[in-house]
């Protein structure tokens, strides 16, 4: 069955010959036809939901049809109305317009401008039937999301707020539309959040808007909700959609798994520190114990080719013993638990000097040197892979460690050379196709105390390596 077919008309009209025109011309465009001529008629009718449009003499024999159009416009929401009458006066005219009417016509009627003001209605009620098909989709697809989704208009002001908002925020849709969406967001951000919007209408910049961010989020009981925030702006119908997902239980998952590598990083370096005693108090024993034998027997060989071969023997000892000594001190340099990170980096930069042949000077400045064992021993490694990088990288001769507060929280320390240095945007594509030059080891263990870091440098100009962290992160 098509539309036409299912679409009926209702005409009150009480003169025949306008009765049987207008009847033709609606007939003509496939619609069925139901006429009255009186008030009482009109309003006797029970199946207005049948009607797509209504056609009202305004002058029917026993009353005026402005007195009962409200009531038909509640009878038949879905209905268009037309108005006819053979008085031009203009108060009925604004008063009919008023009333949202979607034609008035004078008699005698222009039939093509009556015929096409038909069509022009039946068109428009099939694009908004459309729109409203759609509209109802799009509601149903938004109530079903398993984000909360939110629609504000360019004053801040909610417009929509479906059920996956109302779980996650814990206000009802009712109660919510209508109010300023600061009301969602913690302080001190609320306060200017309308400053926000005014600021990004006027200038078309915003951190928020087409992009992804991970926020906070205030429940109606005022506790702080972890969130991913997407908002798009929709210049057309004057609004911003934002989509909200929960983000509370992967942010746990994230501190779970950060405690968990904090622990595996201690119990590592525990791992270190009892091979480290192993080294030092068996085999470094034992290899001198064996050198000290060996030293005996020296004295009672005669043979210059024995002599030469215990002297080698000797040598080799020697060296054993000073790997296994260095070995110990990297795996547990003692005296960054007995003096503190500043000794420890002053024995590391005689270390690299010796090693190395690299001249390292030091500017700590004590007062700022952590306590946390774990935040120690990162900062100390960080900083000896970064010299390694410099020996191995920079072809620097010299470099130098600073250490200072930048807070009453966090410290800087910085290494920096006067190597050869590079570009920062061609190491940046390569440090993601390959992994950085050893540099995923100082970020993997930062983020075990929540340390950041980062590169300055420029080609000849040398390397400057700085890493944040806070004094206290165990």
Not at 138 to 152: D, F, K, M, R
Not at 198 to 224: N, P, W
Not at 291 to 315: M, N, T, V
Request: aromatic share 6%; charged share 25%.
């Amino acid at each position: 069955m098509s539309d036409q077919e299912r679409l009926s008309v209702l005409l009150a009209e009480p003169d025949p010959e306008s009765r049987l025109q207008i009847m033709q011309i609606i007939s003509a465009e496939g619609f069925q036809v139901d006429a009255v001529e009186t008030c009482e008629q009109l309003m006797s009718r029970e199946n207005w939901s049948d009607y797509f449009l209504i056609i009202l003499e305004h002058e029917l024999p026993d009353g005026n049809t402005d007195e009962f159009l409200p009531e038909i416009q509640q009878q038949a929401k879905n209905a268009e109305i037309m108005i006819i009458t053979s008085r031009s006066e203009v108060q009925s005219m604004v008063l009919a317009f008023r009333n949202e009417i979607a034609d008035y016509f004078i008699k005698p009627i222009d039939h093509e401008l009556f015929r096409n003001s038909v069509q022009r209605i039946r068109t428009e009620r099939a694009v908004s039937s459309k729109l409203r098909q759609t509209q109802a989709q799009l509601n149903a697809i938004v109530e079903s999301a398993i984000e909360a989704v939110i629609t504000i208009n360019r004053q801040g002001i909610i417009q929509s707020f479906n059920s996956a908002a109302e779980k996650m925020f814990g206000y009802s849709a009712a109660e919510i539309i209508g109010q300023n969406v600061s009301l969602l967001t913690p302080h001190p951000i609320r306060e200017h959040h309308d400053q926000f919007i005014a600021q990004y209408l006027k200038t078309g910049v915003s951190y928020i808007v087409g992009a992804r961010r991970e926020l906070q989020a205030s429940h109606r009981d005022g506790t702080l909700i972890p969130i991913e925030l997407s908002v798009t702006d929709l210049p057309q119908f004057e609004i911003f959609a934002g989509i909200i997902t929960d983000i509370s239980e992967r942010k746990q998952g994230e501190k779970k798994q950060a405690e968990l590598s904090r622990a595996v990083a201690v119990a590592a370096q525990q791992e270190r520190r009892q091979l480290a005693n192993i080294l030092h108090d068996h085999l470094q024993q034992l290899l001198v114990g064996v050198r000290i034998h060996l030293g005996i027997a020296r004295k009672g060989i005669h043979s210059e080719s024995e002599k030469q071969s215990l002297a080698r023997a000797d040598e080799l000892l020697n060296q054993s013993i000073e790997v296994t000594r260095s070995l110990t001190a990297e795996l547990n340099p003692v005296v960054l638990h007995e003096e503190g990170l500043p000794m420890a980096l002053e024995w590391l930069a005689h270390n690299m000097q010796e090693r190395y042949n690299l001249t390292v000077a030091l500017d700590l400045d004590q007062a700022v040197s952590p306590q946390a064992e774990l935040t120690k021993i990162v900062l100390y490694e960080c900083v000896r892979e970064i010299l390694f990088n410099v020996v191995k990288h920079a072809h620097a001769t010299r470099a130098q460690v600073g250490m200072h507060s930048i807070s009453n929280q966090e410290l800087e320390i910085t290494v920096s050379d006067d190597g050869v240095g590079f570009d920062l945007q061609q190491f940046d594509q390569q440090k993601t196709e390959s992994g950085g030059i050893g540099l995923s080891n100082i970020e993997y263990r930062l983020s075990l105390i929540n340390g950041k870091f980062w590169l300055d440098s420029s080609p000849g100009q040398g390397t400057k390596a700085h890493i944040i962290a806070t004094r206290e992160s165990d």
